[in-house]
């Protein structure tokens, strides 16, 4: 198979992503590099530790930290991590490009990278990235602008916005669904909102703290964990793909 031109933009740089950034921080390259290899510990001391809530608020707790506390953190750290990993990245925009099609949602989307590659897409008519984080959204509505994709992409806050279309043709669901309390409920909510016959979905998860707990934020209750695994097992239907990764496509049931 021939990758779509996408794919060699991303690999050469990132679709221009360090200068896009240093811009959008109004900082310098040189400084935005120096702060990259710390991103991820910057992030994760920003995490209180663990969430307090008692059930029911602990949504809230959640959404807050992603709206309010965490600020420009994700932009550095997602930028570091697909600068550096950018082969595996790519692979997750090789296995998008299978789906991807119509109307395609790109949920916790982050700095916009498959956002992106999805808007290149010929056979896709519009890319909806959700995201909390107010930072992400603005960064990936000017990055869409200087790549001229602005008519094709669009973000906003969460899948209660009145423009999203009602189903969606794809989704991807990459890097969040460990970051979300109940990622269960997350799967029911998609396999409502994706076509029912022909919709398809990209999916990956990572519910571990990390050996050095460089990941606080991720979610790793047991509870959790066995619920979200029944409730995929229940709705969703595994497609063979050739990428070794760890994301997953699926069909629903
Ligand atoms: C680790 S990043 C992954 C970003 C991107 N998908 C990627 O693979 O690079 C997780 C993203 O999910 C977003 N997020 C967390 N909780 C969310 C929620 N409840 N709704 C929408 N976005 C959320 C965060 O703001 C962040 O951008």
Request: proline share 5%; with cysteine.
């Amino acid at each position: 198979m021939i990758d779509h031109p996408s794919i060699n933009n991303f690999l050469a740089d990132g679709f221009g992503l360090r200068q896009q950034l240093a811009q959008f921080l109004n900082i310098d390259l040189g400084t935005l590099d120096q702060r990259l290899p710390k991103s991820t510990a910057k992030l994760a001391e920003l995490h209180p530790g663990a969430f307090s809530a008692v059930a029911g608020a602990l949504e809230q707790e959640v959404e807050r930290f992603y709206e309010q506390e965490v600020g420009a953190g994700h932009l550095y750290e997602l930028c570091a991590w697909h600068l550096r990993s950018a082969p595996y990245i790519a692979d997750t925009l090789r296995v998008q490009s299978l789906i991807a099609t119509g109307q395609h949602l790109d949920f916790g989307g982050g700095i916009g990278s498959h956002a992106i590659a999805a808007a290149q897409l010929p056979h896709v008519d519009q890319v909806w990235m959700v995201d909390l984080n107010g930072w992400n959204r603005n960064f990936v509505n000017e990055r869409a602008q200087s790549l001229g994709l602005s008519h094709k992409l669009h973000c906003v806050r969460d899948l209660s916005a009145p423009e999203l279309p009602e189903k969606f043709d794809s989704l991807v669901c990459l890097d969040v669904l460990e970051h979300l309390p109940d990622p269960a409920e997350q799967l029911r909510i998609f396999a409502n909102k994706l076509k029912p016959t022909t919709g398809s979905a990209l999916f990956n998860w990572y519910f571990f703290k990390g050996f050095n707990w460089e990941y606080p934020f991720h979610f790793d209750g047991p509870e959790i964990v066995e619920d979200f695994f029944k409730t995929l097992q229940d709705l969703y239907l595994e497609k063979f793909h050739p990428y070794l990764i760890t994301a997953r496509l699926y069909s629903m049931r």
